[in-house]
């Protein structure tokens, strides 16, 4: 979808969105909305990670959460920039097809599906653990409550309930709250020694050889799954995208960094020590050892915060797992949707029931496939974390992998970038930085009104009450000195910051290109890691993906077979000097007048047929792949049709779709640098308005007429 006017020429259906595509402006997700929505999802990791570490690190699993918190920041510049660079949605999907091709498009479709499978049943199985703190009655029959709550939740998607981020966001907050106050019990009650002793003899480094290390890793990535919803959000985030998508990733930063090492590390080492336990003021409870670790938020909870503190930990953290369960089957049947749409799955797949017009096919494979996981493993959430690693990190590779290959292209000047001048944001370049100084301007303001103002007024007090009127004299006159020496170093350093913020903002897309190679490397040692030590995940997440693929595979040839080239856009347009532009519209009636004539006059060389389609007014759906070619019917039959013809004339050929706009074609002649532009005559006008032909011919073609615009160079008409 490409903006009025715009002159550059965006990846091939990547393009932004345009206003009458989707919901208003004002409907859309700010920056906290889009936090509380992506909280709901990585905050929810943070009440199974750390007993599923402990069963296979022990009491080193707050350490490898703190390892992998490093990662975890590198990532989150990927998956902003990924959000920002394709407001269409599809995170890995629409990335890894842009950057490698659409075949690895759907690779990454089918890693995120088992994310989501294993997301929805090992979120819905430890919601109903935690709810055992309030209704232990419910401990023999978990997993059948289970299967349950997860048909309910399929059953409310096929009713067409939607997900409320403001809902979302009241859930989000509550868990944070409680989250916080379980640490603040902890600092109040366990004394500092013991938790210096903690954090010493978690960083000893006692019988830590490599391979413990790279299992480590690797598993505690498990504790930040979810950031990858981030980029699923982009159709329904307000603009500019890369302020809302800057300001809820460091929201998710500083809440996801806070309290998920943390608690990871007080719960794995607090509750499990017996000489910690007796030397704290923690309950009989938790004294009497054996903590459930299938719940150890909530134990840590009871330990320290008393039963108030469990139960409203336990039904804040029940909750929303069932909503990041929900959340994960919305997604999982959007990917299923998608991939359909995109032509890779079977049409059925995307049928839809007459009584609610909702897509029940998608929304049962969603609901059956994790139900069956469930069932497999007899509820056992230590095999579904030992099995989850494969999709969620494979998906995390192969979006780092394709940013990079994108970016390394933009760098030899084979592709225009669309991110560093986004055509939708109207934010200046940097705008990371003018964020992280605005944050940090906020923080020092409410720092300096509370903390040092409350500081300075006990300092004074305590003067007051111990020292004598010429004691206090000379202190004031050092105070002052100290200030006045503050005040010129202040002002001779600050042209040194200033031109350092300079320097940094200027290196900025440097360090980050160079960095994004460093989080592919570490994404990739933990993926390849997780493909040897876990052989559960291996199996579990490559049957599926290989399963899929055939399917995949299958379905093209039978689409080939009958008549219906499936056509994938050609993620960027590059110089063909030879090639011939098809130009190819929703407002006539002859395109397959067009596509003949082309046929017929490229005589071997390479043809670009391009479509310029107008944009279907419909409401986007959370989580949802809203480009819009997969929404026209039209172009997809018309393209599909220009595929056919080139396999019949053996022509080397490129697809590409545009949205209907002054400068498309113009955009893509000027990419391609295209020896000639074959379209219907009436079309052949407009284009006239922006290109400069060297001659134009014309001819008939079933009693079209056919304009053929050749040219040497082309530019735009003043």
């Known amino acids: 979808m490409t903006r009025l006017g715009d002159t550059r020429v965006p990846l091939a259906g990547s393009q932004p969105a345009a206003p009458s595509h989707g919901q208003p402006g004002s409907n859309k997700l700010g920056a906290f909305l889009c936090w509380a929505v992506v909280f709901a999802d990585?905050?929810?990791?943070?009440?199974?990670?750390?007993?599923?570490?402990?069963?296979?690190?022990?009491?080193?699993?707050?350490?490898?959460?703190?390892?992998?918190?490093?990662?975890?920041?590198?990532?989150?510049?990927?998956?902003?920039?990924?959000?920002?660079?394709?407001?269409?949605?599809?995170?890995?999907?629409?990335?890894?097809a842009?950057?490698?091709?659409?075949?690895?498009?759907?690779?990454?479709?089918?890693?995120?599906?088992?994310?989501?499978?294993?997301?929805?049943?090992?979120?819905?199985?430890?919601?109903?653990h935690y709810l055992q703190t309030v209704i232990p009655a419910i401990a023999p029959n978990v997993l059948l409550i289970t299967v349950i709550v997860?048909?309910?939740?399929?059953?409310?998607?096929?009713?067409?309930?939607?997900?409320?981020?403001?809902?979302?966001?009241?859930?989000?907050?509550?868990?944070?709250?409680?989250?916080?106050?379980?640490?603040?019990?902890v600092f109040?009650?366990?004394?500092?020694?013991?938790?210096?002793?903690?954090?010493?003899?978690?960083?000893?480094?006692?019988?830590?050889?490599?391979?413990?290390?790279?299992?480590?890793?690797?598993?505690?990535?498990?504790?930040?799954?979810?950031?990858?919803?981030?980029?699923?959000?982009?159709?329904?985030?307000?603009?500019?995208?890369?302020?809302?998508?800057?300001?809820?990733?460091?929201?998710?930063?500083?809440?996801?960094?806070?309290?998920?090492?943390?608690?990871?590390?007080?719960?794995?080492?607090?509750?499990?020590?017996?000489?910690?336990?007796?030397?704290?003021?923690?309950?009989?409870?938790?004294?009497?050892?054996?903590?459930?670790?299938?719940?150890?938020?909530?134990?840590?909870?009871?330990?320290?915060?008393?039963?108030?503190?469990?139960?409203?930990?336990?039904?804040?953290?029940?909750?929303?797992?069932?909503?990041?369960?929900?959340?994960?089957?919305?997604g999982a049947y959007h990917v299923f949707l998608a991939l359909a749409r995109m032509q890779f799955f079977p049409k059925i797949v995307e049928?839809?029931?007459?009584?609610?017009?909702?897509p029940h096919v998608s929304i049962a494979l969603a609901t059956g496939i994790p139900i069956v996981v469930l069932i497999a493993v007899q509820g056992d959430i230590n095999k579904l974390g030992d099995m989850y690693a494969f999709g969620l990190l494979g998906a995390f590779s192969l979006t780092c992998l394709s940013l990079d290959v994108l970016r390394f292209r933009e760098r030899r000047g084979e592709i225009i970038s669309t991110y560093q001048h986004p055509a939708d944001e109207g934010d200046e370049q940097g705008g990371s930085l003018e964020v992280v100084t605005a944050l940090r301007a906020r923080i020092v303001a409410v720092l300096h009104a509370r903390v040092v103002t409350a500081l300075r007024a006990r300092v004074v007090a305590l003067l007051k009450a111990y020292t004598g009127p010429e004691t206090r004299q000379r202190l004031r006159l050092a105070?002052?000195?100290?200030?006045?020496?503050?005040?010129?170093?202040?002002?001779?350093?600050?042209?040194?910051?200033?031109?350092?913020?300079?320097?940094?903002?200027?290196?900025?897309?440097?360090?980050?290109?160079?960095?994004?190679?460093?989080?592919?490397?570490?994404?990739?040692?933990?993926w390849l890691t997780n493909l040897k030590t876990k052989p559960?995940?291996?199996?579990?997440?490559?049957?599926?993906?290989?399963?899929?693929?055939?399917?995949?595979?299958?379905?093209?040839?039978?689409?080939?077979?009958?008549?219906?080239?499936?056509?994938?856009?050609?993620?960027?347009?590059?110089?063909?000097?030879?090639?011939?532009?098809?130009?190819?519209?929703?407002?006539?009636?002859?395109?397959?007048?067009?596509?003949?004539?082309?046929?017929?006059?490229?005589?071997?060389?390479?043809?670009v047929f391009l479509y310029l389609g107008r944009p279907v007014h419909r409401p986007i759906e959370q989580l949802e792949f809203s480009d819009p070619y997969l929404f026209d019917q039209r172009a997809q039959q018309t393209l599909s049709m220009a595929a056919v013809a080139a396999q019949h004339y053996n022509l080397p050929s490129q697809y590409a779709y545009r949205t209907e706009s002054p400068n498309a074609v113009l955009d893509a002649w000027s990419s391609l640098h295209a020896r000639e532009i074959v379209a219907e005559a009436d079309v052949a006008k407009a284009i006239s308005a922006t290109v400069a032909p060297q001659y134009v011919r014309f001819q008939q073609v079933d009693g079209v007429r056919i304009a053929h615009y050749v040219r040497h160079h082309v530019e735009a008409l003043k």
């Open 150 to 185: 997860v048909i309910l939740l399929g059953f409310l998607n096929w009713y067409g309930i939607k997900e409320s981020a403001t809902f979302s966001a009241a859930i989000a907050v509550a868990a944070f709250v409680s989250d916080i106050l379980i640490l603040l019990v």
């Open 188 to 330: 109040l009650r366990v004394p500092p020694s013991i938790i210096g002793l903690v954090f010493h003899e978690m960083f000893s480094g006692h019988n830590l050889g490599v391979p413990t290390i790279l299992t480590g890793f690797a598993g505690a990535f498990l504790a930040f799954s979810g950031l990858e919803s981030i980029s699923q959000l982009s159709p329904v985030m307000k603009t500019p995208r890369r302020r809302t998508v800057t300001w809820a990733l460091t929201l998710v930063v500083i809440t996801v960094g806070v309290t998920s090492p943390l608690l990871t590390v007080f719960s794995t080492t607090l509750l499990t020590d017996p000489v910690i336990l007796h030397a704290t003021s923690a309950s009989a409870a938790a004294q009497a050892g054996n903590p459930d670790t299938t719940r150890f938020i909530s134990e840590l909870a009871q330990a320290y915060g008393g039963d108030v503190l469990a139960i409203l930990t336990a039904i804040t953290a029940s909750t929303l797992l069932v909503f990041a369960s929900n959340t994960a089957i919305i």
């Open 479 to 526: 105070y002052l000195r100290v200030q006045t020496a503050l005040t010129i170093v202040a002002e001779r350093s600050q042209p040194l910051l200033i031109t350092a913020l300079s320097a940094l903002r200027q290196r900025w897309p440097d360090i980050k290109y160079y960095l994004g190679f460093l989080t592919t490397f570490l994404v990739g040692i933990a």
């Open 351 to 358: 049928r839809r029931n007459r009584l609610r017009d909702t």
């Open 98 to 128: 842009h950057g490698l091709n659409p075949w690895a498009g759907a690779v990454g479709g089918m890693f995120i599906l088992v994310d989501y499978f294993l997301t929805s049943a090992i979120s819905s199985l430890s919601g109903l």
């Open 536 to 607: 559960l995940a291996t199996a579990f997440g490559g049957g599926i993906t290989l399963l899929g693929l055939g399917i995949i595979v299958v379905n093209y040839y039978y689409q080939q077979r009958s008549g219906r080239v499936p056509v994938f856009l050609t993620p960027s347009l590059r110089v063909l000097p030879d090639s011939l532009l098809a130009v190819l519209t929703s407002a006539t009636e002859h395109n397959a007048q067009v596509i003949r004539a082309a046929a017929d006059s490229a005589d071997g060389r390479p043809v």
């Open 42 to 96: 990585i905050g929810t990791s943070v009440y199974y990670t750390p007993g599923i570490l402990y069963q296979q690190v022990g009491k080193l699993a707050g350490l490898f959460v703190i390892m992998t918190l490093v990662v975890f920041l590198l990532l989150t510049l990927k998956y902003a920039e990924v959000s920002v660079r394709f407001p269409e949605g599809g995170g890995v999907v629409t990335v890894a």
